[in-house]
């Protein structure tokens, strides 16, 4: 039988099906495919990470954008007086320089009174000397008559305020020391005031002493009863600090008196400041 017989024993050619359940023949054999295996099942994908800027705007950034634009100049100003501040008062502690020569009324015209600096930011050497502020009042008493007390040393009295004291008073650390800086600054070496400033602190130091003696009741203590404090008398004195013991330096410990002209007080200040 050739290959083109039918029957169940025709063989097949190369390319043909081979029979189930017979073998194929070596050289044109067809590996035998099993059942497929089953694939694992997909990982499901990692939940998204929540996006830290997905929330509501807060802040500037929550305002519209004509808002925005007004709170960026509001702040663009802030800035700018803060840095003008900052170097004006630069210029009023720094030593005397060319911009200080040039623009020195500009500088002060801004600092006084509200932004008035007592420190330098090249400070000389510490001050070596103690100064105490001193006062006495002519007083008219009930009967016309005119009495001169002794001398009151006010700054004898804030130091006593001070001593022991854990939070002394801004008022009895400087307001005597300033008032009489305030005076030396504004005044020539004969008293004499410079400009408007020297007359100020002229008024401002005598309200300050005739306070002082209304609180101390000088009055009563000189008259003995009523009275009226008519002028005033303010003096410094001034002594030198004594060098320590291993110090070869020599100073006098003399003290130097400055008296300052009677000053007559206004009758409203007359009962103790300005009512």
Sequence with gaps: ????????????????PAAPGVPAESGGSVPAVGPAEPHPPAEPDPPAEPDPFAGPRTG??????????????????????????LGMTFLHVAPPNTVTREHGTAVDDWI???????????????????????????????EGGTLTTGWYDLSAEDG????GNLLPSHTQQNELR????????????EDRPVGLRGSLSESYLRRIVVLRLDRDDAVR??????????????????SNVPPP?????????????????WWPVPQDEAGGGVR
């Design 178 to 189: 300033r008032a009489w800086d305030f005076f030396l600054a504004t005044h020539d070496s």
């Design 245 to 261: 013991r291993w110090s070869r330096e020599k100073v006098s410990t003399t003290p130097v008196y400055r008296e300052l002209p």
């Design 60 to 85: 500037i950034a929550a305002l519209s954008l004509r808002y925005q634009i007004g709170v960026a100049l509001a702040l663009a100003v802030v800035a700018v007086g803060v840095c003008v501040h």
């Design 112 to 142: 006084y009174p509200e932004f008035e600096q007592n420190w330098k930011l090249f400070a000389p050497n510490p001050l070596q000397q103690n100064i105490s502020i001193q006062v006495r009042a002519e007083v008219r008493d009930g």
């Design 160 to 163: 006593r305020a001070i001593d």
């Design 1 to 16: 039988m050739d290959a083109y017989d039918g029957g169940s024993n025709a063989r097949h050619g190369l390319d043909g």
């Design 221 to 238: 203590a000189t008259t003995g009863g009523a009275g009226v404090i008519e002028r005033v008398q303010v003096r410094s004195r001034t």
